[in-house]
């Protein structure tokens, strides 16, 4: 079974900036499409950007510019470069595949982002 970890959480200011990283119990990014989710207190997760097994990137609107998603196959490792953040990027941050999620969530890892 694969495991999934995420860390690099934090508490920062509004404008700064963060990288999220999601290490694999195994090499799992070459196979499937993986993306970055995130759960704010109250919300449904939703995914806010992902890379296919190809290595093509998508991102939700809000996230846009400010976002990247990259991988490292080789350190079984993906991560989030956040930018400019915002209040309303907080929230607890998980990585998984695409739908139908085929791994166990992870612990996530908690951003918080003052005004």
């Known amino acids: 079974q694969v495991q999934l970890v995420e860390s690099g959480g934090g508490l920062v200011q509004a404008g700064g900036s963060l990288r999220l990283s999601c290490v694999a119990s195994?090499?799992?990014?070459?196979?499937?499409?993986m993306g970055w989710y995130r759960q704010a207190p109250g919300k449904q997760r939703e995914l806010v950007a992902f890379?296919?097994?190809?290595?093509?990137?998508n991102y939700v609107d809000s996230v846009k510019g400010r976002f990247t998603i990259s991988r490292d196959n080789a350190k079984n490792t993906m991560y989030l470069q956040m930018n400019n953040l915002k209040p309303e990027d907080t929230a607890v941050y998980y990585c998984n595949s695409l739908a139908p999620n085929w791994y166990d969530w992870g612990q996530g890892t908690q951003v918080t982002v003052s005004s």
């Open positions: 195994r090499n799992i990014f070459s196979i499937n499409g």
């Open positions: 890379v296919s097994n190809g290595g093509s990137t």
